[in-house]
Each structure stands twice: as structure tokens, then as C-alpha cells.
């Protein structure tokens, strides 16, 4: 901010906090007050704390008191007549929450998303059921809950999203800004896609049968087969598949007319017609910022709890459950053993929690400076791994039933993971209870809402990042900006519509983001605690909460979660992943591809490094020194304070 001015207070901090956070002047503020020279104090401005720019102040504006005739700070002798305050920035302050709960529901809709009801479940009883819960504890603990902090008091303190911040903490690591909303944006490309899906299931719902839970309908083929334990002269063979699978794959989907990623076909217009209403809802409830999606998530982030519950309750009362409970928590202690159960504890909470995608740092920067972050970590990310918990009892009561339903093992009808569990599994359950059509609408409703959440966050962190990255292009354009990145989103969802969408998905999902984040991730965490220090970032955490984070969080900082974040990327590395859906391998040359993608996110880092080293003046050593020191600047609540300029006149 540049500022005119014709004589300023010595001293910055004496002054400031009598300024209320927010408050502005501007024009010129004229006064007739006298002062005489025992100290009275000069009283200007509007009162009652309103500005003359119509932001509103949380007390009467007032100048620095203090301000006399003698002593430090003195103007000189003889009565004070005039005060003229020259304010040359009209900035407004930093939007906030309107409440606290805005906050606390936004990050819990963040972290508790679609991979919470299919992911968690699924990984749970394929690592050892019960037994899972030790390591999985264990990363969270030591490795989720410690960068979920970190990053709530990151953004909280600098109230800066993902790209400004770095200038703070340490200026050359700002290409992991520039990563991160490029990965945001890689996973708006395919996450919606799948809300699509729910929302064309949802559309089929209205109906008094169920259209996945018959064979004659015209996508049908001759190997659908309809089989529970009612239908006593139907036989399963390997080659039958169910009305639901058929539903699924040949109508919704229609991955039959694409023989794999070499040949996508045309574009589903029903699904792209379900995503535009995606895009449209998103749209109207991020377009305003947090003041609106912050009243959204009050119904999009509790109204799954409410299924959820239904669903438990529902899928408890059903025969056969038991088994699918029992499958679920029977503990195999052998399967620790495994470094594959470890790896997918760490990489299971890791995705879930989200540190890493600017979500959190952009949340948390729109919250008061002295805000509980700490509390505020323990809760949600306590709330989210409840949830992930109580998500496997409402799949696997159903799964359960199925089994009991079929005469098969629970393990045989659980051979589905990822959507596959929920549009195939789970919608075919659902079609065989009584009042289907109640659960499959409040049920596919839910997996909307779930991830509807997720795609407000993840945009959420986008738009902060560019709006504070570039506030005097962007900030008064904010609706035309959003409007903009959601194009672009739809847009570079074209390719998941089309017949071959799902493979596109998955590798979206399987090599474009995962790797990329998490790399991201163990930079930021190294930026933070071992350039900008450790010491200096309690310090700050203290200066906000009055307590610094004990030794337990420091050595997580320092060494523990950098391991954490290793562990996983070697297990990447080590123990690539083979991608196989719907019977189709993926060649080698999509594995080059996803990587690609991956590493077009990550370059960011590499290349930002460099332009800043060649465009920093001085010698090598000089530059070398400017990249890794934060800029100097206010510390605590004092950044949002805007300085005035004052002119005492005497008489």
C-alpha cells in the first residue's frame, strides 16, 4: 500500500492496538477538538465505529492515544487544533465466518467425503477387519491429525490461501501453491463426474420399481440374471451378471461401446446434462464466497449423518447382517505383518483428513486470529474418522443381507470395490427392501450431498489462492472468476462423460493426483519445519492461541511426519498400482500418461524455484538467502490493520 504522508507516529505497535481489526479511514477526517498539553486525548471520525467506506468496525475508531505536546511522540509544543487522516487504500477486510459452526461443518464436509463410504469400508476388511484399526490409529495419530493442525494454524495465522502464503513462510517453495491448484483442478475434472452418476440414479429413483432390478429393459442382455434366495429355479454361473451391474455398466456408463482409452466415443448426453446441474448448484453456492457455501454445508454436511443413521438402523434390522458385521471387525492380527496393510492405513488417512489441497489453509484464513485451531483440528478430524467407523457398519449390514440372500459368502458379494460397491452392491440391496424407492432416493441423495461438500472445498481453496495472489485483478470480480474456473471444470470434464469416462476416471484417480499431493505435501511440511523453524511456527501458534504446541507436535513436525509422508510416497514407487476395470487392463502407455498428468502438477515446484533464483537481484548467496527468508512484515492480527496517515496542524 502506498501512502502519502506528512508525518507518521514513531511507533507502529503502540498504536495499533487501539485500531479494531478491519476498521478504515478514508478521505479526511477533520476534527476541532483542543487538546491541552496535560495529555488529552484528540477524538475524530465517524461515530458509533461506522467508516465512510461502509465497512463496519467492531469499536469507535479513534487515534493513537498518547499523542501530545510532550514526551515521546510529541509534535511540538502549542495546542492541537487539526487532525487530517489520509487513507489512500479502500481494500474492504478480510471476509470471515459468520459463525463458528460455518467453519467447523465446512471442514467436516470437506474431510468426510465419498472415500469415507466406499474407500474406508473396503480397505477395513481387506487388511484384517478389526485388527486394521491399530495402524490405521496409529498414521492418524502421528502422521493425519499433525498436518491437518498444521495447516489450520498456518492459515489461520498468515490468512493467506495456498500461493500468497509461501512469501511468509519461505518464498521459493511458492510453486507449491501453483501445484496444488493445479491438482485441485485435475480432481475437479473427474470427482464430479461421479456425483453426475449419483444425480442420474437419483433421477431414476422416482419410480415405483426400481429400473436396475429387472432384466427386461432394453440395455439388458441374455446373461442378466436376477438371483436371491426366492428365486429357486434361477441358477448363478460365472458368466451371469445382475440387473444392477447391467444398469450400471451398459446404461448409466455404457463402457461397452468403448473398447478402453484409445477409443473414449461420443459423449453421454444425459450424464453431461447431470453435470451441468452439478456445476450449476456449485456454482450458486460458492459464487459469493464463504458467507454463502457457509450456510449451504449446513444442510449438505448433516444431512448424510442423518441417512447414515437411517441406513444403520435400517440395515441392522435386516437378516443376514450380522455376517457382514462380523466379516467386517473379525480381526486377522497375522495381516500386520504386512507393510501392505501399514501403507494403506498411512495413505487411507492421509486422503481422508486433506492436508495438501489448500483447502484447509484457505478455510482456516477466513477464521478470527485467536480462534481455538487447535480444538478445531482434534474435533474434525476425530469427527471424520468416527465417520469413516460407522460408514462400514452401514455398508457391510447391507452386504450382509446380500449374502444371506444369495446363499453366498460375504466375501464373494464384497468383490466390488470403489463406485462399483456403491452404484452395483449397495443399489441392488437397496431395490430388494421394502420401500426401495425411500432408500435408494435418500441414499443416492446423500452420496451427492457427500461429495458436493468436497467439490466446495476443494474450489474454495482455488479461488482464495488466486484472489490473494492477485486481489486487484481479481477481488471485485470474484462471481465472473468463479464462473470462469467452473467452466473451465466442466470443460475438462468433457472426456469422463464420454463412453469411456470411467477409464478416464480412473486413471484421474489412480496416477494423476495421489503421488502428486503427496510429494506436494512432504515439501510443504519440510518448507514449514525446516526452513521457516519449527520454534518460530509455535511461536506463532502461541501468539494466536496463548499456548505453544507441546513437544509431542514438534517432533511429529520435524521428523515424524516427513516419514510418514516418505513411507507413502516409496510405497507409490515401490509397489505401483495395476489399474483393471470393468475386465479392461490398462497398457503400459496409460501408466506413462497418468504420470504425466502427475508430474504436470508437480513441475510447478522445480520451475518456480528456478524463475525465482534468476529473477532475485544480488549474488548467488544473496539470492539463495532472499528465497529461503520470510518477508518482514506485521505479525498477529495487526496484518489486517490498515495505517493511516496523520497531519497535526497547530494554531
Not at 476388511?125 to 492418524?140: C, R, V
Not at 450431498?449 to 474450489?459: E, H, K, N, P, W
Request: hydrophobic fraction near 45%.
Amino acid at each position: 500500500m502506498e501512502m502519502k504522508q506528512s508525518m507518521m507516529s514513531q511507533e507502529n505497535g503502540d498504536g495499533e492496538k487501539d485500531k479494531p481489526e478491519g476498521s478504515q479511514e478514508n478521505g479526511l477526517l477533520m476534527g476541532d477538538s483542543t487538546a491541552d498539553d496535560k495529555g488529552q486525548k484528540v477524538s475524530s471520525g465517524p461515530p458509533g465505529g461506522q467508516v465512510s467506506n461502509g465497512y463496519p468496525s467492531t469499536s469507535p475508531q479513534s487515534p493513537r492515544e498518547g499523542l501530545t505536546g510532550e514526551g515521546n511522540g510529541g509534535i511540538g509544543p502549542g495546542p492541537l487544533r487539526t487532525l487530517v487522516v489520509q487513507q489512500t487504500s479502500l481494500d474492504p477486510p478480510r471476509e470471515t465466518w459468520s459463525k463458528k459452526m460455518d467453519f467447523l461443518l465446512s471442514v467436516i464436509g470437506y474431510a468426510v467425503d465419498l472415500g469415507n463410504v466406499w474407500r474406508f469400508p473396503y480397505i477395513c476388511y481387506q487388511n484384517g477387519g478389526g485388527a486394521f484399526l491399530l495402524p490405521y490409529l496409529l498414521m492418524a495419530v502421528f502422521g493425519g491429525v499433525p498436518l491437518f493442525y498444521m495447516e489450520l494454524a498456518l492459515g489461520q495465522f498468515h490468512r493467506s490461501g495456498c500461493i500468497s502464503i509461501w512469501k511468509h513462510i519461505c518464498p521459493i517453495f511458492k510453486g507449491i501453491g501453483f501445484a496444488i491448484c493445479i491438482i485441485a483442478l485435475y480432481i475437479a475434472f473427474y470427482y464430479n463426474t461421479v456425483m453426475a452418476w449419483a444425480l442420474y440414479y437419483l433421477l431414476s429413483s422416482f419410480r415405483s420399481t426400481l429400473p436396475w432390478t429387472t432384466c427386461t429393459n432394453q440395455w439388458n442382455t441374455v446373461n442378466c440374471t436376477r438371483y436371491l434366495s426366492t428365486d429357486m429355479n434361477i441358477s448363478w454361473t460365472n458368466s451371469s451378471t445382475s440387473p444392477a451391474e447391467e444398469f450400471y455398466t451398459r446404461h448409466v456408463l455404457q463402457v461397452h461401446l468403448s473398447p478402453g482409452l484409445h477409443s473414449l466415443g461420443s459423449v453421454s448426453w444425459q450424464l453431461a446434462l447431470c453435470l451441468l446441474l452439478i456445476f450449476t448448484i456449485v456454482y450458486f453456492s460458492i459464487w459469493k464466497g464463504v458467507k454463502t457455501s457457509g450456510k449451504v454445508v449446513w444442510v449438505t454436511a448433516t444431512f448424510p449423518y442423518l441417512v447414515l443413521f437411517i441406513l444403520l438402523v435400517r440395515g441392522a434390522t435386516l437378516p443376514g447382517a450380522w455376517r457382514g458385521v462380523v466379516f467386517y471387525l473379525k480381526p486377522d492380527w497375522e495381516k500386520l505383518l504386512s507393510p501392505r496393510v501399514w501403507i494403506d492405513a498411512a495413505a487411507q488417512i492421509f486422503f481422508s483428513l486433506g492436508p495438501g489441497f489448500g483447502v484447509l489453509l484457505a478455510f482456516a484464513s477466513y477464521n478470527p486470529f485467536h480462534n481455538n485451531c487447535y480444538k478445531d483440528a482434534l474435533v474434525t478430524s476425530s469427527v471424520n474418522c468416527l465417520t469413516s467407523f460407522l460408514s462400514g457398519f452401514v455398508i457391510f449390514t447391507v452386504l450382509g443381507y446380500m449374502a444371506e440372500m444369495r446363499k453366498e459368502s460375504v466375501d464373494t458379494v464384497a468383490k466390488d470395490t470403489g463406485p462399483s460397491l456403491l452404484f452395483i452392491i449397495y443399489a441392488e440391496a437397496i431395490a430388494n427392501m421394502p420401500a426401495a424407492t425411500f432408500f435408494s432416493i435418500i441414499f443416492f441423495l446423500m452420496i451427492i450431498m457427500l461429495g458436493l461438500d468436497s467439490t466446495f472445498a476443494g474450489l474454495e481453496g482455488v479461488i482464495t489462492a488466486m484472489l490473494d495472489e492477485f486481489p486487484h485483478l481479481l477481488a471485485k470480480r470474484r462471481e465472473w472468476f468463479v464462473l470462469g474456473l467452473i467452466s473451465v471444470c466442466y470443460l475438462g470434464a468433457i472426456s469422463t462423460l464420454t463412453y469411456g469416462g470411467a477409464f478416464v476416471v480412473k486413471l484421474f484417480e489412480e496416477y494423476a493426483t495421489g503421488p502428486a499431493v503427496i510429494t506436494v505435501v512432504f515439501l510443504e511440511v519440510i518448507a514449514v519445519s525446516w526452513f521457516y523453524g519449527t520454534s518460530r511456527f509455535c511461536n506463532d501458534v502461541k501468539l494466536m492461541l496463548g499456548f505453544a504446541p507441546g513437544m509431542f507436535w514438534r517432533v511429529c513436525w520435524v521428523a515424524i511426519c516427513p516419514c510418514f509422508l516418505l513411507f507413502i510416497i516409496y510405497s507409490f514407487l515401490r509397489y505401483p498400482p495395476v489399474v483393471v476395470l470393468f475386465n479392461y487392463k490398462y497398457p503400459f502407455w496409460t501408466t506413462v500418461l497418468g504420470y504425466c498428468i502427475g508430474v504436470s502438477s508437480f513441475i510447478c515446484v522445480p520451475a518456480y524455484m528456478v524463475y525465482h533464483l534468476l529473477t532475485t537481484k544480488g549474488t548467488f548467496k544473496q539470492r539463495l538467502l532472499k528465497s529461503i527468508t520470510p518477508e518482514e512484515g506485521p505479525r498477529g492480527p495487526q496484518r489486517d490493520i490498515i495505517i493511516t496517515n496523520a497531519v497535526f496542524a497547530h494554531l
